[in-house]
């Protein structure tokens, strides 16, 4: 009888375990995504107005002749090459997955469409865009490279935020440790860089970029709270709708912003970069 039930049991609770831990294939993905026209509208949205962006930055890069103002038009164009690239992995299911809530998650047991693609790709394009602010601000190498690993490490601690599906607690731990990350940045942002800009003589551009950033910036853990994956109270396609909107002031008009400026000013950035090569120590740069 004890033999019985191990061979009959077994082989069952097996098969259900499989079945919970299934995971949907790509195209079965696509398809969910395809069937919630909002979800997917946000998507192509992006992907759209990336595209457009990327042929307008080019145009108005034609004449652009100083290196440092250069670089800072290559950062600035990788955000929407990054950001298309991002939307296509959104919109095709390839970094989309529907992962199962752990207990005390207000939608614990659930499987919740989980944009992880989005937090990986901003690991990409959310350095580029602090590197052309400290670029704008003239700010030197140790204060650059500090924001941009700060940021780097935000993402990927968002990320496994995101990706965390064994412990509520740990989920929302990660996600402090991200703003701890976020913390650093928002002080070079905020203490190091205006100090920077005003010497470089950039600090009024420099100052409304500042501004625009810092507020759109806030507004990404803010939704990641209220979305699916923290409390849960805003569902995915008005989650995914906030991030969108979000990136259309924080990268689109950020970036034209910033090179409508660069374009007409080269001289200020070049003169800028100058007189810091001037002053520059070896343990500066
Ligand atoms: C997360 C969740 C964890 C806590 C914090 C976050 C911050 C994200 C930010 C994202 C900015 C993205 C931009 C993308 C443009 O391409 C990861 C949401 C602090 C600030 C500007």
């Known amino acids: 009888m004890y033999y019985w039930y191990h061979m009959i049991e077994q082989p069952v609770e097996l098969v259900a375990l499989a079945q919970v831990g299934t995971e949907l294939t790509q195209p079965e993905i696509y398809q969910e995504i395809q069937e919630n026209v909002l979800l997917n509208l946000s998507f192509w949205a992006n992907i759209a107005l990336a595209g457009l962006s990327i042929l307008l930055f080019i145009y108005m890069g034609r004449n652009v002749e100083d290196p440092r103002s250069q670089l800072i038009f290559v950062a600035t164009l990788m955000v929407p090459l990054v950001s298309i690239s991002s939307y296509l992995g959104l919109v095709s299911g390839l970094t989309i997955d529907f992962l199962e809530m752990p207990a005390n998650h207000p939608l614990a047991g659930e499987a919740v469409l989980t944009m992880w693609g989005r937090y ?166």
């Not at 650059?144 to 940021?151: H, N």
């Not at 969108?244 to 007409?264: C, E, M, P, Q, T």
Request: glycine share 8%; with cysteine; net charge negative.
């Open 120 to 285: 990986l790709t901003w690991a990409l394009s959310t350095p580029m865009i602090l590197l052309a602010l400290g670029l704008l601000a003239g700010s030197n190498l140790t204060k650059i490279f500090t924001a941009l690993v700060m940021d780097i490490g935000m993402c990927i601690t968002g990320l496994a935020a995101a990706l965390t599906t064994s412990s509520y607690g740990l989920r929302w731990f990660w996600y402090l440790i991200s703003c701890a990350f976020f913390a650093a940045v928002l002080y070079v942002l905020l203490v190091e860089w205006p100090k920077d800009a005003e010497i470089a003589g950039t600090q009024d551009i420099f100052g409304t970029l500042k501004t625009l950033t810092v507020v759109l910036w806030f507004g990404y853990p803010i939704f990641w709270a209220l979305g699916s994956e923290g409390f849960a109270v805003l569902d995915v396609a008005t989650t995914s709708w906030a991030y969108s909107l979000l990136d259309v002031g924080a990268k689109y008009i950020f970036a034209f912003l910033l090179l409508r400026w660069v374009a007409a000013h080269q001289d200020t950035i070049a003169r800028a970069t100058a007189s810091r090569m001037g002053s520059t120590t070896a343990a500066d740069d």
